[in-house]
Structures are given as C-alpha cells and as structure tokens.
C-alpha cells in the first residue's frame, strides 16, 4: 500500500504537525485520513464504521486541543483508528490487532496520547471527570478534559453515575456525544429516542456563551451564582419550548445538536467552548460508516466487516457451507427450539442481538426478546425480575462484559436461585480484541457464589443439552460458558436431553495420566492426548468435566485413587478456576497426586490469533504433550 499517496496525511506524524495546517486544508486531511482507514481496514480487518464516522471529530479535537497534554478520553475504543493514524502510529497500523502489533484499542501502556483504558463502553466520562478533578489538584489548570461517548455507550449506567458527578463537582469538563443512532446494533431505548428529538437552537446557544463570558470578565459569575442562573435558565427555555434538556436539568451546559461531518464547525464550536467555565456537552450528530456507501447503508454488518474489497465493497467471506456453525449460531437456533417447547422462556441480551445470535429468537419471537441497550448490570437484574414472577429468561452477555454485573450477578440471582440461564458467550481467549475482551475471568469469578451451577460444554451437542438442562423446573440460576467461533461437529442438531447436574464423562480411557478438562479446549487436550498414545510409551485418561460447580466428586474420586499425575486444562485463569477446583478437592479428600494446573496466567493476555495466544498460555498441543510426558513447557 503506498503511503505517500496521501499529499496532507504524509506531513501529519503526530498532532503537532496537524496544528500547522490552515483551517481550510482540514476537509481534505479527512478525506485523506477516512480513505486511510477504508485502505488499512480492508486487507487488515478490525473495527471499521465507527472509526469513519467520527474522522472529522478526531481531526478537529486533534486540531484544537493541545494533546496530549489535554485529555482526550474516547470511549469503548471502536472508533479511534483516525486518532491513532495522527498520533504517531501510522506507519505501524498495519499490524493493528496483530501479535505485538498495535492494540486493538487506546492504552496509555502503548501511547501517551491514548489518555485511558478503552474496550468497555461507558466510563469515558467518569475517567473523564477524575482526570479533570485531578488537574486542579495538581496544579495543572490549563489543562482540558474532553470525555468522547456515543449514544448507545450514553445508556449504560455508569455514564448516569459520571453525569450525575459531573454535576456536583466543581469541573471544566467538556463531553463530545457522538449521536449516530447505533452502538453495534441499532441503538434502543428512550436515551436514544430522546436524543434523536432533541434539538437546541444555535443562536440561542450563541447569545448565552458571550452573556456568560461578559458576566464572568466583569466577576459576577461565581460557581454557586453559575448554578443559581443556569437553573432559571433551564425552568424559562422549558416553559418556552415545552422541552425538558436531561443534561441541563443537571446543570451541565448542553450545546447542539451540530452536524458531526462538518469539520470547521466542529473546529469552531470546540474554541468557543474550550475555555468556557463548568461542564458541558456538545451534542454532534454523525453517520457511522460516513464516506463509505456500503458501511452507511448496513453499519451492523460493517461495524467489523471482515476483510473487503476497498474499490467495490464486496467482502471476501470464506464459504463455511460445509463448515461447522459458530457457537453463538447454536445457541440462537437452540434457544428459538425450546421458546416454542416452552413458553416461559424469553431472551435478554445487552445490545448484542447479532452478535450473540439472539436475533434469530428476536425475529422468531419478537414479543420475547428483549435488547436492553448497552447495560450489562441492568440486563441481569430485568432477567432476575422476570424470573421472580414467572418467567425463564436466558440472558447472554460476552463473557468479559458481564464483569459489569458480578454484583448483579450475586445479588439479584444467586441470593434468591432465580430460574435465569445466564450465557457467558465469547468465554476463552477471543483473539485479535486482546485483553479488555478475553473471557479470562468468568469461572474463577463465579465458583464461589453460592447457588450457582456452572457448565461449559465441550462442544455444540453439550451446548445443546446444557441449554435443554438449564431450562428444567427448580434449577435456579445455571451458567453456561461457551466460545467465540466455529464449533466441532456439521451434524450440530442433536437431540435435546437432560444431563445430570455435576456429572462429567470420561472421554478416553488411560492409567498413566489422568488429563481434566472443560470446555472446548477438552478437544485440544483430546488432540494432545491422541498423539501421545500413538506413541506407545504413555496410556492417557481424558475426563470432560463439564460442571466446575458442582463438581464431580465420583470422577475426582476415581482419579485420585488410580493416578498419581494429574493435568487440569482450561480456557479461563488458572488461579481460581478448575485447577485450583480439582486440587482443593484431592485435599480436602486426603488424595495427594501431583497436580499441573494448565490455563491463563496471572497476566493480561495481549491480543493475536487464538493460536498464537494458546502458545503463549502454554494450552496449546504441543505443551499439553509435554506435560502429558513430564517435561515443562
């Protein structure tokens, strides 16, 4: 790909070097910078319309603030591959998502102009705010603070907690909301309902700045007298318009809605506000994919489009018609079978239809899904309401976000055995996303929460089976974690059966070793366990555990009795997880084999193909050989 190609891109290194440029040379610096990522993304798949729709925000904020010593906080990080082309990382972006490449989303470990930790959505304005606080504290009192969010990051709840901060902390916060109608999917919900009604008028806006400004050059505009005029303001524009401002009404100045693509007047309203005293939002409204006709007109399917042709914007999908299904595929075409066997059954996702397949119940069965926005806390409590009264919600969340629901999870399940099959999709090492996205945590966070039954199948049949046991009478709240991907077996459709709660199976039978595994990685495991045999040196037991909690005493019983070595493997952290399980057991039992516990270690994974992050882990084939024959990896 020729770089050069670019006459205003190639000069611009970092922002410094885009401040240079004259005001009326920056359409054409997003022109460049929009056919930049089309060109990158293309041959190199990662996060594509949201990064288009807000080339011309980044550019002015670049342009305007001077970062990195003011604050730019983005958040979910989708949408900042144009911030890290002008931040000094452009000639490297080709190995974004790669393996030692650079990450798939901002980090201050990769640069000092990726200002916070970016992957889940939501806390850019409560970061946001800490950083402006702390500005004043240290004696930094010229430096701005802008907070970056979107609609659909705007409905989850800990955007409410920061506004409500922001409200009542003296602060000069500037926050960007990047209304464009969509998070991944389609946004839902009434922030995105009263976003898109929501209208100010420019002139008005106008005349408030510079009276506010003559009031505070001429001392009469303290924080307290500020509050005092911004409420009467609020009370007389509302009795005016007969419109209630959500922001104002919590004394935060509220500004737009602007065209977002306009990049001079993004420019100019960012002057005008940069100095302004107390917090404030600049309401902007942009198109996700802008510039690139296809990502407008299906943004869903090109939020991560894969690999395309960048002239005619066809995708280049490989054929999977005689492939195996993905997991999540299962899961949706299984949940739509037991809807229609059972009709208490309903579905919740946080603002993942697509991804996680649920909008195959949704299309089905629309009056029995629910997408609840991006709200993962929310998503557990709705489902644990509905269980309460009735219903059998199957609520499914990545693995790595429901982090946001752990007390949700405690609290308003688990204390009360609420019927709520809780599916932990993306469970594992999830790949090129890298570590706020791998569901590292799930089993060792969860095996301690009383009334929990925790499963991971071992393939799409045990994902199919789970589902069907969870859903029985008096199971209470069941966990069921599942990877990203294709799954094992094209003949997926088996039989909906019961399995019995806290068994697990022994796959393989062996007396020299004993290998415990659960879920998918069992059929790496099974793979190592193979190739070992074929040798003729070592016989191999290999048991699928299936349940972490409970846990199969009978299996852990047999093993302790008949082997004096012991291999754990799991797709989750080893610190917690089944290993630590499988040796609390063999002590508490009085069994004393020696135990190698395989899994992820105490360690943020970084981001690369799943196999190269196996290797890594130490669980891919080749290490579980050599520990199968009592070498170390």
């Known amino acids: 790909m020729d770089k050069n190609k670019f006459g205003l891109l190639s000069q611009i290194k970092y922002p410094s070097d885009l401040r240079k440029l004259d005001i009326d040379q920056l359409a054409e610096v997003c022109s460049e910078l929009r056919q930049d990522i089309i060109d990158e993304v293309s041959v190199n798949p990662g996060h594509f319309a949201s990064s288009l729709g807000v080339v011309e925000i980044t550019v002015a904020l670049h342009y305007v603030f001077n970062t990195p010593d003011d604050r730019i906080v983005w958040d979910v990080g989708h949408q900042a591959y144009g911030h890290k082309i002008l931040t000094g990382r452009r000639d490297t972006f080709c190995t974004n998502r ?62 409410f907690e920061g506004l409500n901060n922001v409200s009542s902390t003296p602060n ?42 003559w009031l505070e050059d001429n001392g009469h505009l303290s924080d307290r007298r500020r509050k005092g005029i911004i409420r009467l303001n609020n009370a007389i524009k509302s009795v005016l318009s007969h419109q209630q401002n959500i922001f104002e009404g919590m004394n935060i100045r509220y500004f737009g809605p602007f065209d977002g693509h306009d990049v001079k007047e993004v420019v100019r309203l960012l002057r005008q506000l940069k100095d302004m005293k107390g917090p404030k939002l600049l309401h902007l409204h942009t198109t996700k994919g802008k510039g690139y006709k296809p990502a407008e007109n299906e943004a869903t399917i090109w939020h991560a489009p894969g690999r395309f042709d960048a002239e005619t914007g066809e995708r280049i999908v490989s054929d999977s018609s005689n492939k195996p299904p993905k997991y999540q595929d299962v899961f949706g075409e299984t949940l739509l079978e037991l809807a229609q066997m059972n009709d208490r059954i309903v579905g919740v996702t946080p603002a993942m239809p697509t991804g996680c397949s649920m909008n195959i119940l949704m299309n089905a069965m629309p009056d029995r899904a629910f997408d609840v926005g991006i709200a993962e806390g929310h998503a557990v409590t709705f489902s644990g309401g509905m269980a309460k009264d009735g219903l059998q919600p199957f609520c499914n969340i ?10 949700n999870i405690i609290h308003d399940l688990a204390l009360l055995s609420l019927p709520v099959v809780l599916c932990l999709d993306r469970g594992g090492l999830v ?93 790496v495991a099974a793979e190592a366990v193979a190739e070992v045999e074929a040798e003729g040196q070592l016989t191999v037991a290999h048991y699928d555990m299936r349940y972490l909690k409970p846990i199969d005493g009978g299996i852990l019983d047999e093993v302790g009795q008949r082997f004096s070595r012991v ?38 994974v970084e981001h690369g193909t799943v196999s190269e992050l196996r290797r890594i882990a130490g669980i891919d084939k080749a290490t579980i050989i050599q520990h199968i024959k009592g070498g170390k990896s």
């Open 98 to 159: 790669h393996l030692h490449g650079v990450r798939p989303f901002p980090s201050p470990l990769e640069s000092e102009y990726d200002t916070f930790a970016c992957g889940h959505a939501s806390n850019s304005i409560s970061a946001a705010l800490g950083m402006a606080v702390a500005a004043r504290k240290t004696g930094h009192d010229d430096r701005h603070v802008v907070a970056v969010i979107g609609d659909g990051a705007m409905s989850g709840g800990l955007a």
């Open 398 to 407: 990545y693995s790595s976000f429901a982090q946001r629901a752990y007390d």
């Open 567 to 604: 291999i754990t493997v799991e797709d989750g952290v080893r610190c917690g997880g089944l290993g630590t399980a499988v040796t609390e057991w063999m002590a508490d039992h009085h069994y004393t084999p020696e135990i190698v516990r395989l899994g992820l270690p105490d360690e943020f």
């Open 172 to 213: 000069d916060l500037l926050i960007i909301l990047n209304d464009n109608d969509m998070s991944i999917d389609r946004a839902v919900g009434g922030m995105e309902k009263y976003l898109l009604n929501l209208d100010t008028n420019a002139t008005y806006n106008k005349i408030r700045f510079k009276v506010a400004r």
């Open 431 to 523: 790949g090129e996303d890298g570590p706020t996205h791998h569901g590292a945590f799930d089993m060792a966070a969860l095996r301690p929460i009383p009334h929990l039954t925790i499963c991971s199948p071992m393939d799409e049949h045990e994902l199919r089976r789970m589902m069907y046991t969870a859903q029985l009478p008096d199971m209470g709240t069941v966990v069921i974690r599942y990877p990203r991907g294709a799954a094992e077996h094209n003949d997926w459709r088996c039989k909906l059966e019961a399995i019995e709660v806290g068994t697990g199976r022994r796959m393989h039978e062996g007396h020299d070793v004993a290998v415990l595994t659960i879920g998918p990685i069992g059929n």
